[in-house]
């Protein structure tokens, strides 16, 4: 499986950027896509997750402001983050959880200027 991830870029605050994030190879109906984000100098954390049939759970950090969604026939998870904040600058990565083993895109950094 492999994932690869679009979008990312600088914004100044109060701005809006994309994600996109597109899986190939084997991937079976049933999984679980996600976004998350490692600031400078601290550990990853979980920004949103969706499942195949839409649920979804956002961190607190972002609830309001990120939205997740995918489109399951093309393998794809999109996250739209609007107002962005200085400190959402990150690296952002893409996840895919398949019968209980993780995949995982490269990271396509966001910064955020104020």
């Known amino acids: 499986v492999q994932l690869v991830e679009s979008g990312g870029g600088l914004v100044q605050a109060g701005g809006s950027l994309r994600l996109s994030c597109a899986a190939s190879?084997?991937?079976?109906?049933?999984?679980?896509m996600g976004w998350y984000r490692q600031p400078p100098g601290k550990q990853r954390e979980l920004v949103a997750v969706?499942?195949?049939?839409?649920?979804?759970n956002y961190a607190d950090s972002v609830k309001g402001r990120f939205t997740i969604s995918r489109d399951n026939a093309k393998n794809t998870v999109y996250l739209e983050m609007d107002s962005l904040k200085p400190e959402d600058t990150a690296i952002y990565y893409c996840?895919?959880?398949?019968?209980?083993?993780?995949?995982w895109g490269q990271g396509t950094q966001v910064t955020v200027s104020s």
């Open positions: 996840k895919i959880t398949i019968r209980y083993t993780d995949y």
């Open positions: 190879g084997t991937i079976f109906s049933f999984n679980t």
């Open positions: 969706i499942s195949t049939y839409g649920t979804t």
